[in-house]
């Protein structure tokens, strides 16, 4: 009895010590987070600005034309555009693709990634490297080889152009094999010996012990698929079919660029990255709980 | 009908990642493969698919007598490598202090991520403004006595540093959600154990987390490297490889080639030596992951 | 078995998540397919054109669709309009499409380079016939100068404005200083003005001058150059040998080093470029009192975004002396050309010539002025201004901007390695402009690289 009192009382001094280095230390990061925010914070302060305002030097953070009128002018508010841009549209598209892209690529890279990892296959390692090679050619060279064999599939100007490559993602079976790599043999080993089948294991054990990365991967391919400039570029011909990023290069005149709508229209855009990365940190806690169950 | 446990493992481990492969070898590894192709011809796009002349090593000979292409290989490197290291061992150090000793985990690692999830538009316009005469790193060197400033950007010797800054700032916060993920995996009872014993927290660092954490280590390691290789857009947002070719970049140069000079057989051609040169350095280190990678 | 079922369900779960996509892929299409209903463009019997131009819909091309839709609706074409960027991603959006088939019918290239680099790669139609068939006089109504941009003697577009470029001037800085708008001036009388035109320090220093270098560090000052040496400057007699040491062009670089680094009244190519400045930023915030091109004129006009009072003047680039000025600093532009692999080619080539000689009009207003002869000058002049006739001096934009009898413009009819000639010259031109090399090193240095460039293309 009396060592585990010595033993809480010893603890309760190391605890406050703890906290005071942790705070410290929560500032300090802090404090290199903040610098990271500067670009949004600018970025919002811009989408509020006039055009003559926005390029001004120092940066002024409040704008002396306070208007919200970037923001009626990108969604075609009130008729105030000088044209429609087809935002609102764009927005549904860019949302249909990147989440189809994200539970599709999820899908396809856990099982790749588990197969990888954890099931001893014939020439696996040789694939694998395969897989990896397949990313070291810049995509400026296959753009237009890709896009020769979309034009000869017909898919030119539909946006299986961006789904069908979209939903396979070599980075993420990379991720996730790596991930997998990390889990302890016998997780598998004692399911195995309980009779359960590849199908199983994976399902059972290995999809609910990945969650945490299968959630970073589904805020990477979100992003990625969000952001995809070059090839939706090239890919979809028609204003029905662009995406954000796409649609971005409305707001660029002939010799000028509106930085205050394409700042005001890429406000707008990052609401779903938001919720898409607070519901992935959910995962996070999930995650380390699942863990700590069974551990 | 019965089978072997290793025909059954084959299987099992093929159809897990049939629906990967068949992606990838359409719209990756075909693409690729034309790519090589073109390399050994003059192709130029515009003048149709096939229409080509065949011009032998020509490509992979010219390249070496060309002044773009040999400071946009050694920019390269120089950025991929400064990058790569600094990346990662500020995004580890940073994940395991966020995970072990802060308050308001979600919100610093939000912000820590917000560079990556900002329109690149917006960062590399503020680091613009960041680097411009009244920025304060112009600031901070008068402060610190200097009467003539570096010009940054518009500096020969500083502007690769100052995008090289600008990036590792950057691509923090996609390392350090990487490693949180994987964090979360690992097993808690060791480090218990660790406790136990009395291993301190630089100890725990560096006798656990890290060797655990290696296999995360490995696909951050590739991955930073492969896209630092292919590193494109700030240079063309923030330099346009100016001035002169002293931040130019191989991507960057492969995009002029084959879109503004119309030379795709060339682009290609240099496209292939990069890919040689992250295939070594990759095929190093996946001999090297056997030694300092632990699963 | 299980193996077996185990096969199943993947491949249950691959065609699930490829059909998802593809029932997507189809909605957009269905969806596309009936946004065209609602508009009523499709109707049984109608060609609708695809029509691709770098000009954002509302400075232009939407006055000409909605024109040319009214006019041709009872004979069965309407034009729908799609706007590319041009800039490097644009044309190459802009190519692929025209590579892939039969999306685009129609289609601007700005700048005879692109063009012919389309028309040898067989995207664009060859419109000799077609001008024989229905009499269509091009070189009468439109100049001699269009042969420039013939291919094998054969024209494969329509050069539909006439693109002179001018210096901007902010009029009330001029009429402050008692200065009289030029509209002839040598290199020395330009350099005075700029400096009686700075003052101030600082944030509140006011330039002569605004050269917008960090845009193009070479195309815009050698429009001054070219005003002696023609369109041809890049190249020497033959285009077998670049032209870079030639002296009216380390001249005129010259001019462009003083006025940054030597006299103060201009900014420095480093502030251009680490600053980020623009012409919107310096011309019209009051900033510099003159700036290169008149291509900001829509911006001129937008007083919302870029508030403003000062009336904007023209005036032509400064000469080496007195005497120099062997050309009228000018080009053709906006090539319209038929996709040679459109469905309805007839219908285009109706659409080709109702623009080139009328549609164009529409066009004035966002700042291009049409080439062909028949258009009507005041008209033309009217749209230019409209809205904003209280800031534009047109008594000086009116000589320097119309097509003016016989002149003799900058044509450029030599666009070997053009590209590549350019970059070589912009870096040589960045080294010199700040400082790195002297001007002969530099322009040395440019015609040494230059001239190899040439070799291997040969």
């Known amino acids: ?295 | 009908m019965k089978l072997s446990r290793k025909a059954k493992r084959n299987m099992a481990g093929y159809t897990f990642i049939l629906p990967n492969l068949i992606g990838v070898i359409l719209f990756t590894f075909i693409p690729i493969v034309y790519s090589l192709i073109i390399s050994f011809t003059n192709w130029d796009f515009t003048k149709g698919f096939g229409n080509w002349n065949w011009v032998g090593f020509k490509n992979f000979v010219d390249i070496w007598s060309d002044k773009w292409f040999v400071d946009s290989l050694k920019n390269t490197i120089v950025f991929a490598v400064v990058v790569v290291v600094f990346t990662l061992i500020i995004a580890l150090v940073l994940a395991v202090v966020i995970d072990r000793f802060c308050y308001a985990k979600t919100p610093i690692r939000l912000a820590l991520f917000m560079p990556y999830i900002s329109n690149v538009v917006a960062v590399a316009i503020v680091w613009v403004m960041m680097y411009s005469s009244w920025g304060p790193f112009t600031q901070m060197v008068k402060k610190l006595g200097v009467d003539n400033p570096p010009q940054w950007l518009g500096d020969y010797k500083w502007s690769l540093p100052s995008v090289i800054i600008m990036t590792i700032w950057g691509g923090i916060g996609y390392a350090v959600m990487i490693y949180t993920s994987a964090i979360q995996g690992l097993p808690r009872d060791v480090y218990e154990a660790a406790e136990v014993d009395g291993a301190g927290e630089i100890r725990k660092f560096f006798a656990l987390t890290v060797p655990f954490l290696s296999p995360t280590t490995f696909f951050l390691v590739v991955t930073t490297l492969i896209s630092s290789f292919q590193v494109f857009a700030p240079i063309q947002l923030m330099t346009r490889g100016g001035p002169g070719s002293s931040s130019s970049v191989l991507v960057y140069y492969i995009y002029q080639s084959a879109f503004s000079f119309y030379k795709m057989g060339y682009a290609s051609a240099m496209s292939w030596i990069l890919f040689i040169l992250l295939f070594i350095v990759t095929m190093i280190q996946w001999k090297q992951q056997k030694k300092w990678v632990s699963y | 078995m299980k193996r077996k079922l185990l096969a199943m369900i993947m491949a249950a779960v691959m065609c699930a998540t490829m059909l998802t996509g593809c029932g997507q892929g189809d909605d957009a299409q269905k969806q596309a397919s009936v946004t065209e209903d609602n508009n009523g463009k499709k109707s049984e019997g109608t060609v609708t054109l695809r029509f691709w131009g770098g000009v954002p819909q509302e400075s232009g091309p939407q006055d000409v669709v909605d024109h040319f839709n009214e006019a041709f609706k009872d004979k069965g074409i309407q034009v729908e309009y799609e706007r590319y960027v041009n800039d490097d991603q644009g044309n190459l959006k802009l190519e692929t499409s025209l590579l892939a088939g039969n999306d685009i019918d129609v289609y601007i290239s700005y700048g005879a380079y692109k063009m012919l680099k389309r028309a040898g790669g067989g995207m664009a139609l060859d419109l000799s016939e077609f001008m024989e068939k229905d009499g269509f006089d091009y070189e009468g109504m439109f100049g001699s100068s269009v042969t420039s941009e013939y291919l094998d003697g054969k024209p494969y577009s329509i050069a539909t404005v006439l693109t002179k470029g001018t210096l901007l001037l902010n009029k009330d800085m001029f009429d402050a200083a008692g200065i009289p708008i030029p509209t002839e001036w040598t290199f020395e009388e330009f350099r005075d003005v700029c400096k009686k035109l700075t003052h101030g320090e600082g944030q509140d220093k006011v330039y002569g001058m605004f050269w917008n270098t960090q845009q193009n560090v070479t195309e815009y000052w050698l429009y001054l150059a070219k005003q002696t040496l023609g369109g041809d400057l890049y190249y020497k007699e033959g285009g077998l040998e670049t032209d870079f040491d030639n002296d009216v062009i380390k001249k005129t670089a010259e001019l462009i080093y003083n006025t940054m680094n030597v006299d103060g009244t201009a900014p420095t190519h480093v502030d251009s470029v680490t600053e980020k400045l623009t012409q919107e930023g310096m011309f019209l915030s009051g900033r510099s009192a003159m700036t290169v091109g008149n291509w900001t004129i829509r911006s001129v006009k937008n007083t919302e975004e870029y508030p403003h009072d000062f009336v904007t003047a023209y005036a032509p680039y400064p000469v080496i002396e007195k005497g120099e000025r062997n050309y009228t600093y000018g080009g053709l532009g906006d090539e319209i050309s038929i996709n040679p692999k459109s469905e309805h080619i007839d219908a285009a080539w109706e659409f080709v010539k109702w623009y080139a000689t009328e549609g164009v009009t529409y066009m004035a207003g966002g700042g291009r002025i049409g080439l062909c002869n028949t258009l009507d000058k005041d008209i033309l002049a009217a749209a230019f201004s409209e809205g904003a006739e209280k800031l534009i001096d047109m008594d000086s934009a009116k000589p320097l901007i119309f097509p003016v009898e016989n002149e003799k413009l900058t044509l450029s009819t030599i666009t070997t390695e053009l590209p590549m000639l350019e970059k070589i010259l912009a870096e040589e031109t960045e080294a010199y402009l700040t400082g790195a090399k002297d001007l002969d090193a530099a322009f040395a240095d440019a015609k040494r690289r230059g001239d190899d460039a040439l070799a291997s293309a040969q």
């Open chain 1, 1 to 295: 009895m009396e060592t585990v009192v010595k033993k809480n009382y010893h603890r309760n001094t190391q605890k406050y010590k703890k906290t005071l280095v942790k705070i410290l230390i929560t500032i300090i990061v802090a404090i290199v987070g903040f610098t990271m925010i500067i670009p949004f914070l600018w970025m919002l302060s811009a989408s509020f600005k006039i055009s003559a305002e926005v390029m001004e030097l120092p940066i002024r953070w409040i704008p002396k034309h306070f208007t919200p009128n970037n923001y009626k002018a990108v969604w075609n508010i009130g008729k105030s555009a000088a044209r429609d841009y087809h935002f609102g549209l764009s927005y549904f598209n860019s949302l249909k693709i990147a989440f189809i892209n994200l539970f599709g690529a999820v899908l396809t890279s856990t099982m790749a990634g588990y197969a990888f990892a954890k099931i001893n296959f014939k020439g696996r390692n040789i694939l694998f490297l395969g897989y990896l090679a397949t990313m070291m050619i810049p995509q400026q060279v296959t753009l237009i080889p890709k896009f020769v064999m979309f034009s000869k599939l017909n898919l030119i100007g539909t946006h299986l152009t961006l789904i069908l490559p979209g939903i396979i993602t070599v980075t993420g079976t990379f991720l996730m094999r790596q991930y997998f790599m990390q889990i302890p043999e016998e997780l598998k080993e004692s399911a195995y010996i309980d009779g359960a089948n590849e199908f199983q294991i994976w399902a059972r054990i290995m999809v609910p012990v990945a969650k945490p990365s299968m959630a970073s991967l589904a805020m990477i391919v979100f992003l990625w698929n969000w952001n995809n400039y070059q090839e939706a570029l090239v890919f979809l011909a028609d204003w029905r079919l662009y995406t954000i990023p796409v649609s971005l290069t409305n707001f660029i005149e002939e010799t000028s660029t509106q930085y205050n709508l394409i700042m005001a229209a890429s406000a707008s855009a990052l609401i779903p990255v938001f919720v898409v990365f607070l519901a992935g940190q959910k995962f996070f806690v999930k995650g380390l709980m699942a863990g700590a169950v069974k551990g």
